[in-house]
């Protein structure tokens, strides 16, 4: 139970942050904070992967993409003409579909979003299982390249494709419902209550990860990012692991694309572009490959930081920069940087011979 102690603080912290700012005014803060976490939620999957499992991943924005395009289009494309087709009867019998009225009071008949996310979060861990198998067979740059190539791939197909919006994404995304009361939408008056769905989830994928990690997948995850080849030979299905730990993550993403589509009411081709990726792999690095809280961290206060604009248009050359910074002075992450040893170093007697 030891290893859950620092998530109760967090919970603490939580509430804190947001009775702080409903008493100074500043709930509009709370927007930026509701998708920093959504955010996180590919980060820490992201770094199961990477510092776990010791495979790298330049694609998981198409991953975070293919949850949010799938779960907007099931649930904004009318279907009512094809209401009288017996596959449409048999999804109203079993209540996959809805009927609502748009802006403009035309009837619509789409997925409810609970079944649009259903259908996004397993396709895209069905498209991890398919590219993973071939593609998880490479080992450091060529992973890294086959990777960024399935990411370039699904940023062009959403980019070129009017069922998706093209450039222009998709909008007037409906809000998710996830209890009576409880709906996950972007609304003024839902913000205090989408700031807690948003960490739940986080929370949730906290205690998953922790779980996992301590648990015998979890030193056996170790071991192949050690040394694969002495893992294998002890016995360790090192295919299967990390086949499982990239679906695993991807469908992490996923769903953190589902519910931030439906909080935005929208999303557009940015989300699955190549510097999405390149961001979440920079903020893996800089909390620590192998840290789910430093990756946890770093990825929420990053993140706040961006969507409040505080980079101004430098946004994506400030991630790129941390990247390679992080690689060159900190590899283990900041949070593990030891800045007393690094003084000591530099200052210790340098010049003797």
């Known amino acids: ?207 998953m990860l922790i779980n996992l990690i301590n648990s015998r997948v979890g030193r056996a995850l170790r071991a192949i990012h050690g040394a694969e080849e002495a893992a294998n030979a002890t016995g360790i299905d090192t295919a299967g692991y990390k086949l499982k730990t990239f679906v695993l993550s991807a469908v992490m993403a996923a769903v953190a694309g589902v519910f931030l589509t439906h909080y935005n009411g929208g999303i557009g081709p940015s989300e699955a572009g190549v510097m999405k990726s390149v961001r979440y792999v920079a903020l893996v690095a800089v909390g620590g490959m192998a840290n789910i809280w430093g990756a946890l961290s770093m990825g929420v206060i990053l993140n706040f930081l961006s969507l409040r604009g505080f980079f101004g248009s430098y946004d994506d050359a400030v991630f790129g920069a941390i990247l390679i910074v992080i690689m060159l002075f900190a590899p283990e992450g900041l949070l593990r940087l030891n800045l007393v040893a690094k003084f000591k170093k530099m200052f210790s007697g340098g010049s003797r011979k």
């Open 1 to 207: 139970m030891k290893q859950f102690l620092p998530l109760a603080g967090l919970a603490v912290l939580l509430v804190c942050v947001q009775l702080l700012t409903q008493w100074t005014g500043t709930t509009y803060y709370l927007t930026q904070l509701t998708m920093s976490a959504y955010y996180s939620v590919v980060i820490i999957g992201l770094c199961l992967l990477m510092g776990y499992a010791g495979q790298i991943s330049l694609g998981h924005a198409g991953f975070f993409a293919i949850g949010g395009y799938m779960s907007a289009m099931l649930t904004t494309r009318n279907l009512i003409t094809f209401q009288d087709q017996d596959w449409m009867v048999l999804l109203d019998k079993i209540g996959f579909l809805a009927a609502r009225q748009d802006l403009y009071g035309e009837a619509i008949l789409s997925f409810q979003p609970w079944a649009a996310a259903i259908i996004a979060v397993g396709l895209a861990g069905v498209i991890a299982f398919i590219i993973g198998i071939p593609v998880l067979k490479l080992k450091g740059h060529y992973l890294a390249m086959a990777t960024l190539g399935f990411g370039i791939i699904v940023f062009r197909v959403f980019l070129a494709s009017e069922i998706f919006g093209e450039a222009d994404g998709i909008s007037e995304v409906p809000g998710f419902t996830l209890l009576p009361g409880v709906t996950v939408t972007g609304s003024f008056g839902a913000r205090v209550s989408n700031y807690y769905i948003a960490w739940t989830l986080v929370v949730v994928a906290m205690v």
